[in-house]
Protein backbone atom coordinates (compact mmCIF):
# COMPACT_ATOMS: atom_id res chain seq x y z
CA UNK A 1 0.00 0.00 0.00
CA UNK A 2 1.30 3.58 -0.54
CA UNK A 3 2.45 5.85 2.13
CA UNK A 4 -0.07 8.32 2.78
CA UNK A 5 1.72 11.31 1.43
CA UNK A 6 2.55 9.91 -1.78
CA UNK A 7 -1.40 9.16 -2.43
CA UNK A 8 -1.82 12.58 -1.45
CA UNK A 9 1.00 14.27 -4.17
CA UNK A 10 -0.83 11.80 -6.71
CA UNK A 11 -4.28 13.26 -5.56
CA UNK A 12 -2.59 16.72 -6.26
CA UNK A 13 -0.97 16.29 -9.35
CA UNK A 14 -4.45 14.35 -10.85
CA UNK A 15 -6.29 17.52 -9.94
CA UNK A 16 -3.88 19.61 -11.30
CA UNK A 17 -3.97 18.25 -14.56
CA UNK A 18 -7.45 17.52 -14.55
CA UNK A 19 -7.74 21.92 -13.98
CA UNK A 20 -5.41 22.20 -16.75
CA UNK A 21 -7.97 20.16 -18.99
CA UNK A 22 -10.83 22.27 -17.74
CA UNK A 23 -9.22 25.36 -18.31
CA UNK A 24 -7.16 24.81 -21.57
CA UNK A 25 -9.09 22.13 -23.07
CA UNK A 26 -7.87 19.05 -24.87
CA UNK A 27 -5.07 20.43 -27.97
CA UNK A 28 -7.28 20.66 -30.97
CA UNK A 29 -6.99 18.36 -34.27
CA UNK A 30 -4.16 20.15 -36.37
CA UNK A 31 -6.13 22.58 -38.58
CA UNK A 32 -8.73 23.39 -36.01
CA UNK A 33 -9.20 26.61 -34.25
CA UNK A 34 -6.30 26.56 -31.20
CA UNK A 35 -3.86 24.82 -33.48
CA UNK A 36 -1.50 28.04 -32.95
CA UNK A 37 -1.54 26.72 -29.02
CA UNK A 38 -1.12 23.00 -28.49
CA UNK A 39 0.98 22.61 -26.06
CA UNK A 40 -0.19 23.10 -22.25
CA UNK A 41 2.72 24.38 -19.87
CA UNK A 42 2.74 25.49 -15.97
CA UNK A 43 3.06 28.73 -14.51
CA UNK A 44 3.86 28.65 -10.74
CA UNK A 45 1.31 30.51 -8.70
CA UNK A 46 1.73 28.62 -5.97
CA UNK A 47 3.29 25.00 -5.49
CA UNK A 48 1.37 22.17 -4.95
CA UNK A 49 3.06 19.10 -2.69
CA UNK A 50 6.28 17.71 -3.61
CA UNK A 51 6.49 21.09 -6.02
CA UNK A 52 3.99 20.29 -8.41
CA UNK A 53 2.61 23.64 -9.94
CA UNK A 54 -0.75 24.54 -10.56
CA UNK A 55 -1.53 24.78 -13.87
CA UNK A 56 -2.36 27.91 -15.85
CA UNK A 57 -2.04 29.32 -19.77
CA UNK A 58 -1.32 27.61 -22.73
CA UNK A 59 2.02 28.42 -24.32
CA UNK A 60 1.91 29.05 -27.31
CA UNK A 61 5.01 29.06 -30.32
CA UNK A 62 5.71 32.94 -29.58
CA UNK A 63 6.42 31.85 -25.93
CA UNK A 64 8.57 29.32 -26.71
CA UNK A 65 10.15 31.43 -29.29
CA UNK A 66 11.01 33.47 -26.22
CA UNK A 67 12.54 31.21 -24.28
CA UNK A 68 14.53 29.82 -26.69
CA UNK A 69 15.97 33.06 -28.03
CA UNK A 70 16.32 34.00 -24.61
CA UNK A 71 18.30 31.24 -23.68
CA UNK A 72 20.54 31.61 -26.58
CA UNK A 73 20.75 35.30 -26.20
CA UNK A 74 19.67 36.38 -29.06
CA UNK A 75 18.52 39.91 -27.84
CA UNK A 76 17.12 40.67 -31.47
CA UNK A 77 14.83 37.32 -31.18
CA UNK A 78 13.61 38.10 -27.55
CA UNK A 79 12.60 41.63 -29.41
CA UNK A 80 10.98 39.95 -31.96
CA UNK A 81 9.28 37.30 -29.54
CA UNK A 82 7.99 40.18 -27.55
CA UNK A 83 7.00 41.97 -30.40
CA UNK A 84 4.49 38.79 -31.45
CA UNK A 85 2.95 38.61 -28.15
CA UNK A 86 5.08 36.45 -26.01
CA UNK A 87 4.61 36.50 -22.47
CA UNK A 88 7.56 37.41 -19.62
CA UNK A 89 5.30 35.53 -17.24
CA UNK A 90 5.13 32.12 -19.32
CA UNK A 91 6.69 28.92 -18.06
CA UNK A 92 8.17 25.80 -19.30
CA UNK A 93 7.97 22.84 -17.45
CA UNK A 94 10.73 22.97 -15.34
CA UNK A 95 9.10 25.73 -14.01
CA UNK A 96 11.30 28.42 -15.86
CA UNK A 97 10.58 31.31 -17.00
CA UNK A 98 12.52 32.85 -20.10
CA UNK A 99 14.70 34.99 -17.63
CA UNK A 100 15.67 32.13 -16.04
CA UNK A 101 16.85 30.82 -19.01
CA UNK A 102 18.56 33.96 -19.84
CA UNK A 103 20.13 34.03 -16.58
CA UNK A 104 21.24 30.27 -16.29
CA UNK A 105 23.69 31.17 -19.34
CA UNK A 106 24.81 34.50 -18.34
CA UNK A 107 23.17 36.77 -21.02
CA UNK A 108 22.71 39.84 -19.19
CA UNK A 109 21.22 42.09 -22.14
CA UNK A 110 18.70 39.82 -21.97
CA UNK A 111 17.89 39.51 -18.51
CA UNK A 112 17.60 43.54 -19.08
CA UNK A 113 14.88 42.95 -21.82
CA UNK A 114 12.81 40.75 -19.95
CA UNK A 115 12.79 42.71 -16.70
CA UNK A 116 12.51 46.13 -18.64
CA UNK A 117 9.10 43.72 -20.09
CA UNK A 118 7.91 42.88 -16.95
CA UNK A 119 9.45 40.12 -15.61
CA UNK A 120 10.37 39.70 -12.16
CA UNK A 121 13.98 39.50 -10.96
CA UNK A 122 12.82 38.07 -7.95
CA UNK A 123 10.92 35.46 -9.46
CA UNK A 124 12.40 31.75 -8.27
CA UNK A 125 12.23 28.79 -10.59
CA UNK A 126 11.51 25.53 -10.61
CA UNK A 127 14.29 24.74 -8.68
CA UNK A 128 13.39 27.89 -5.92
CA UNK A 129 16.28 29.81 -7.57
CA UNK A 130 16.01 33.99 -8.20
CA UNK A 131 18.65 35.29 -11.10
CA UNK A 132 20.73 36.35 -8.16
CA UNK A 133 21.28 32.86 -6.58
CA UNK A 134 21.55 31.96 -9.88
CA UNK A 135 24.69 34.26 -10.83
CA UNK A 136 26.23 32.79 -7.40
CA UNK A 137 25.83 29.19 -8.28
CA UNK A 138 27.18 30.00 -11.48
CA UNK A 139 29.67 31.90 -10.39
CA UNK A 140 29.05 34.60 -13.09
CA UNK A 141 29.92 38.13 -10.65
CA UNK A 142 29.04 40.22 -13.65
CA UNK A 143 25.42 38.77 -13.19
CA UNK A 144 25.28 38.92 -9.50
CA UNK A 145 26.10 42.95 -10.04
CA UNK A 146 23.60 42.81 -12.47
CA UNK A 147 20.86 41.38 -10.79
CA UNK A 148 21.41 44.05 -7.52
CA UNK A 149 21.43 46.90 -9.48
CA UNK A 150 18.33 45.31 -11.05
CA UNK A 151 16.83 44.97 -7.56
CA UNK A 152 17.50 41.63 -6.48
CA UNK A 153 16.53 40.86 -2.90
CA UNK A 154 20.01 39.74 -1.44
CA UNK A 155 17.76 38.42 1.54
CA UNK A 156 15.29 36.02 -0.30
CA UNK A 157 15.71 32.62 0.63
CA UNK A 158 16.26 29.94 -2.00
CA UNK A 159 16.26 26.72 -2.80
CA UNK A 160 15.04 23.25 -1.54
CA UNK A 161 16.67 23.77 1.25
CA UNK A 162 15.84 27.60 2.21
CA UNK A 163 18.95 28.94 1.99
CA UNK A 164 20.30 32.65 0.60
CA UNK A 165 22.53 33.59 -1.83
CA UNK A 166 24.93 34.52 0.54
CA UNK A 167 24.96 30.90 1.84
CA UNK A 168 25.76 30.01 -1.24
CA UNK A 169 28.57 32.21 -2.11
CA UNK A 170 30.19 31.18 1.29
CA UNK A 171 30.33 27.36 0.57
CA UNK A 172 31.59 28.19 -3.13
CA UNK A 173 34.76 30.16 -2.33
CA UNK A 174 33.39 33.44 -3.79
CA UNK A 175 35.09 36.40 -1.25
CA UNK A 176 34.28 38.82 -3.85
CA UNK A 177 30.70 38.21 -3.84
CA UNK A 178 30.40 37.21 -0.37
CA UNK A 179 31.69 40.97 0.21
CA UNK A 180 29.25 42.57 -2.34
CA UNK A 181 26.35 40.62 -0.82
CA UNK A 182 26.79 41.29 2.35
CA UNK A 183 27.44 45.32 1.16
CA UNK A 184 23.81 45.03 -0.69
CA UNK A 185 22.34 43.80 2.62
CA UNK A 186 22.22 40.38 2.96
CA UNK A 187 21.16 38.38 6.08
CA UNK A 188 24.53 37.05 7.74
CA UNK A 189 22.60 34.73 10.36
CA UNK A 190 20.14 33.34 8.17
CA UNK A 191 19.54 29.61 8.89
CA UNK A 192 18.34 27.30 5.99
CA UNK A 193 16.39 23.82 6.65
CA UNK A 194 19.80 22.48 7.42
CA UNK A 195 20.74 24.08 10.44
CA UNK A 196 23.76 25.83 8.44
CA UNK A 197 24.58 29.43 8.29
CA UNK A 198 26.85 31.08 5.56
CA UNK A 199 29.22 30.34 8.32
CA UNK A 200 28.63 27.07 8.76
CA UNK A 201 28.70 26.72 4.79
CA UNK A 202 31.75 28.42 4.67
CA UNK A 203 33.43 26.05 6.75
CA UNK A 204 31.91 22.67 6.28
CA UNK A 205 31.96 22.69 2.28
CA UNK A 206 35.27 24.58 1.87
CA UNK A 207 38.63 23.33 2.18
CA UNK A 208 40.08 25.66 4.78
CA UNK A 209 42.42 27.76 2.38
CA UNK A 210 42.66 31.65 2.74
CA UNK A 211 40.21 32.04 1.10
CA UNK A 212 37.67 30.66 3.19
CA UNK A 213 39.08 32.37 6.20
CA UNK A 214 38.46 35.69 4.39
CA UNK A 215 34.85 35.02 3.63
CA UNK A 216 34.84 33.63 7.81
CA UNK A 217 36.83 36.74 8.70
CA UNK A 218 34.01 39.03 6.50
CA UNK A 219 30.91 37.32 7.85
CA UNK A 220 31.74 37.65 11.55
CA UNK A 221 32.90 41.48 10.79
CA UNK A 222 29.50 41.56 9.25
CA UNK A 223 27.60 40.36 12.67
CA UNK A 224 27.67 36.61 11.65
CA UNK A 225 27.40 34.57 14.92
CA UNK A 226 29.73 31.88 15.96
CA UNK A 227 27.86 29.95 18.35
CA UNK A 228 24.92 29.06 16.27
CA UNK A 229 24.43 25.15 16.34
CA UNK A 230 23.11 23.24 13.25
CA UNK A 231 20.92 19.89 13.41
CA UNK A 232 23.51 18.35 14.78
CA UNK A 233 24.23 20.55 17.75
CA UNK A 234 27.33 21.77 16.03
CA UNK A 235 28.63 25.04 15.33
CA UNK A 236 31.12 26.59 13.06
CA UNK A 237 33.83 26.08 15.25
CA UNK A 238 33.19 22.74 16.29
CA UNK A 239 33.27 21.65 12.31
CA UNK A 240 36.54 23.96 12.21
CA UNK A 241 38.49 22.11 14.84
CA UNK A 242 37.42 18.67 13.44
CA UNK A 243 38.61 19.22 10.18
CA UNK A 244 41.80 20.77 11.41
CA UNK A 245 41.43 24.24 9.79
CA UNK A 246 43.63 26.22 12.24
CA UNK A 247 43.63 29.17 10.44
CA UNK A 248 40.09 29.22 10.31
CA UNK A 249 40.32 28.08 14.38
CA UNK A 250 41.77 30.66 15.18
CA UNK A 251 39.70 33.33 13.16
CA UNK A 252 36.90 32.02 15.31
CA UNK A 253 38.23 31.64 18.60
CA UNK A 254 38.82 35.38 18.23
CA UNK A 255 35.63 36.25 16.94
CA UNK A 256 33.50 38.58 19.48
CA UNK A 257 30.71 36.76 21.91
CA UNK A 258 27.64 38.21 20.93
Not at 166 to 183: F, K, N, P, R, S
Not at 246 to 251: E, R, S, Y
Request: glycine letters at 10%.
Amino acid sequence: MLPLRTLTETACLAVALAVALAVCGAPAAAGGPRDKEVLVYPLFPGPLPNGYPLPYRKVTPMDMRLMTAAEKGSLQGVEAALAAGASVQQRDMGGNLALHRAAERGHLACVARLTSAGADINALDGDREDVLSIAVRTRNPALTRFALNLGANPAQVVSRHRGTALIYAAHLGEADTVLQLIAAGAPVNHVNALGWTALHGAVMLGDGSERYNDIVAALIQAGARTDLADRNGRNPLDYARARGYQNIVATLEAAPRL
